[in-house]
């Protein structure tokens, strides 16, 4: 069974730091691209992040550009999404994605329809 598990998330004041993970289990996450999507209460999903399946290419919103930093750790099979100076936009359902290299498009990057595997999502609020 393909699974993707996202952790990390929680409750953090403004200008605060989070770190999120996404695990893959069922699969090795060396052929494939990972993206970062969030979905805010009321909004469309949206890309955040992502990164190419070799790390050589990463992808930001611009809402998020010199804050958020997306690396992957393919001997832990893990993906991860540093976020710091989080301000209350950031609020949100963060969700992992994947992608196999043979379908990745940078182009299409943040386009939810590219990815055909998803994590159950983890929260984040940004709150004082």
Known sequence: QLQLVESGGG???PGGSLRLSCAASGFTLDYYAIGWFRQAP?????GVSCISSS???TRYADSVKGRFTISRDNAKNAVYLQMNSL????TAVYYCAAVHRAYYSAINSFQP???GYWGQGTQVTVSS
């Open 11 to 13: 409750l953090v004041q």
């Open 42 to 46: 009321g909004k469309e999903r949206e």
């Open 55 to 57: 790390g050589g290419g």
């Open 87 to 90: 301000k209350p936009e950031d």
């Open 113 to 115: 329809r590219m990815y």
